[in-house]
């Protein structure tokens, strides 16, 4: 007699009881629990390893194993009264609930069964693991940690504040060299546990901790309550296809405020990372009126010089700014995001989306533009390589640098032709 097993049983438990009889029922019955109860306790011990990430890409054939006897488990579970099936759910259920905790650990999308179950983590673990990205991949924003982030680590706090309340003890009764050992350690696990590199490019975020395997997340993948931030804690959670935290990294809010700006239209999928609109002057100005006296106190912000028009954007106008891109259900930008820093994000975009969001940029924050055939431009005699722009009464100084006076005094030229 030729024993059926789980992956040569086409029908269900019960026609196959009819066709086989008692004694096939108890035969497959046994079979059928021994193998599961041999895969399952091979897959609970990878679950539970330090490095079950590691010995599931190694073993991925467990995960395929145990999916394919989700059926006749089940089947078993319901219909089977030849052999005592308490070890076997207890073991099953020792095992769901590990091997959703792991898919936690990956995605919120959890699946709906077990055998669901089985399938997100073997089609992760055959995933190749993602690099940082090339030189083909323009990088966006890139970050590592510092001390400013380990001050803030609250493992920190609590050895400080051991330390402060128990100083009076240590200066008495104890001595320095346990008090550096310990403060040396906890420098150390910091170092090798909490700290990472992050690269955010205008398809990815990608996240290589010091120690484990690299992980990234698809901007387009991100949904509207995707991004949370703590930048004081240099903290910064995205939830999308895959569960990403970028933990004790500097920029933080700065990097939460891209992640919000590029996973939205106009950015997303129209944006490669490299600027786009070239013949453009960005540098700081400060806006005055024309005619005004010499202990007027000029408004700071940043001056855009285009070859049909000069715009004023006010210092403080970042959030109208944001949210005239991002949509108004954008979160507030942090003090990293700057004006200067949102009209280089802008140069990602085709000149035609530029020019209109500017202007767009202009009504926003309460800043000016004039156009090329009404503006009035010029050195401001005595005063170096400074230029004065505007026109209506109303005007700007521009004080460009080494790397600014050449794009700048091109584009002033092209008006004056």
Not at 60 to 80: F, I, M, S, T
Not at 389 to 416: F, K, N, S
């Amino acid at each position: 007699m030729i024993l059926a097993t789980p992956r040569s049983v086409p029908h269900s438990v019960a026609s196959t009881l009819d066709e086989g009889g008692p004694e096939f029922e108890a035969r497959w019955a046994w079979e059928v629990m021994a193998r599961a109860l041999s895969c399952y306790i091979k897959l609970l011990r990878t679950l539970r390893s330090p490095r079950w990430k590691r010995q599931l890409r190694a073993n991925a054939d467990r995960l395929r194993e145990a999916r394919e006897l989700e059926g006749p488990v089940q089947e078993l579970l319901a219909h089977g009264h030849h052999c005592p099936l308490g070890l076997l759910r207890l073991k099953r259920n020792r095992l769901e609930a590990l091997a959703r905790k792991r898919l936690s650990h990956f995605t919120r999308q959890e699946g709906a069964s077990l055998g669901e179950v089985f399938g997100r983590l073997e089609n992760l673990m055959s995933e190749p693991l993602p690099q940082p990205p090339g030189h083909d991949e323009p990088v966006l924003l890139e970050g590592s940690q510092g001390w400013r982030n380990f001050l803030s680590w609250p493992g920190s706090w609590v050895f400080a504040l051991f330390v402060i309340t128990n100083r009076y003890g240590l200066e008495r009764y104890g001595k320095p060299v346990p008090l550096l050992i310990a403060g040396g350690a906890l420098a150390l696990y910091f170092h090798l546990r909490c700290t990472g590199r992050f690269w955010l490019t205008a398809k990815r975020l990608v996240w290589k901790p010091r120690f484990g395997e690299p992980v990234q997340v698809s901007l387009k993948s991100i949904g509207p309550d995707g991004i949370s931030a703590l930048p004081a804690w240099g903290e910064v959670r995205v939830e999308g296809e895959r569960t990403l935290t970028v933990r004790h990294a500097g920029q933080a809010g700065l990097l939460a405020a891209l992640l919000d700006l590029h996973r939205r239209s106009p950015f997303l999928g129209e944006v490669d990372g490299s600027p786009r609109v070239r013949e453009v002057s960005v540098l700081p100005a400060s806006r005055l009126l024309e005619d005004a006296r010499s202990g007027q106190r000029a408004e700071p912000g940043v001056a855009v010089l285009r070859p049909g028009y000069a715009a004023f954007l006010p210092e403080d106008g970042q959030a109208e700014i944001f949210r005239g891109l991002a949509g108004p259900d954008a979160r507030s930008p942090e003090a990293d995001m700057t004006v200067e820093l949102l009209v280089e994000q802008m140069r990602l975009l085709p000149e035609a989306e530029f020019d209109a969001h500017m202007r767009r940029a202009v009504l926003s924050s309460g800043g000016e533009l004039w156009l090329a055939d009404e503006v009035r431009s010029g050195p401001v005699p005595g005063a170096g390589q400074v230029y004065r722009v505007g026109a209506h009464g109303v005007g700007m100084e521009l004080r460009p640098d080494a790397a600014q006076a050449e794009a700048t005094d091109r584009i002033v030229r092209r008006w004056a032709a």
